[in-house]
């Protein structure tokens, strides 16, 4: 028994110093478009009956995000809005820190950002359809936790995307 206690504690320190590894090795390449050779990949539109303005107000506001995604419950951007600042979040218990890699007000908003085994890019894309809006968004995901569970952060993320659009979408329409 104590034989057994022995290698379980030597495998679960394994495992530790392994997975400490990957995160201190891992490095990823920032880009303004999302990784076309990542293990997960979405895109997703909506439709908001509300003019462009509107939609980015509530969505550029970013600090305010909380108010109506209710998957992020704190936010805090880290400068002005403008692409090189920083902006560090929760969502769905992670910690990301992310960096905000365009803003082209009314247009175009985008951002990359490290969690623990995971590196994700997200473009958003405004286009104003008379006094409606069209909100495109295309997100990358890879990492060694994101290599190992595929399957489950692709079926995370197109669920959270889904989510995002009609949290937004009610929130503009208002």
């Given at each position: 028994m104590k034989k057994l206690l022995k290698y379980f504690i030597?495998?679960?320190?394994?495992?530790?110093?392994?997975i400490g590894a990957l995160?201190?090795?891992?490095?990823?390449?920032?880009?303004?478009?999302?990784?076309?050779?990542?293990?997960?990949?979405t895109h997703r539109?909506?439709?908001i009956n509300a003019p462009i303005e509107k939609v980015w107000s509530v969505f550029g506001d970013i600090d305010r995000w909380p108010t109506w995604q209710k998957e992020i419950p704190s936010i805090k951007l880290n400068g002005p809005?403008?692409?090189?600042?920083?902006?560090?979040?929760?969502?769905?218990?992670?910690t990301i820190h992310s960096t905000l890699h365009t803003v082209d007000s009314?247009?175009?908003?985008?951002?990359?950002?490290?969690?623990f085994g995971?590196?994700?890019?997200?473009?958003?894309?405004?286009?104003?359809?008379?006094?409606?809006?069209?909100v495109a968004v295309d997100e990358s995901m890879e990492g060694w936790?994101?290599?190992l569970l595929k399957g489950t952060f692709q079926t995370a993320l197109d669920n959270s995307l889904t989510s995002w659009l009609a949290a937004l979408?009610?929130?503009?329409?208002k």
């Open positions: 030597y495998l679960i320190l394994l495992a530790g110093i392994t995160e201190l090795f891992s490095t990823y390449k920032p880009s303004t478009s999302i990784h076309t050779a990542a293990p997960v990949i539109t909506i439709v809005l403008q692409a090189g600042t920083t902006f560090d979040w929760k969502n769905k218990g992670l009314l247009h175009k908003i985008g951002w990359s950002g490290t969690a995971s590196f994700a890019i997200h473009n958003w894309t405004f286009t104003a359809k008379g006094n409606t809006t069209e936790l994101v290599w979408k009610t929130a503009a329409e």
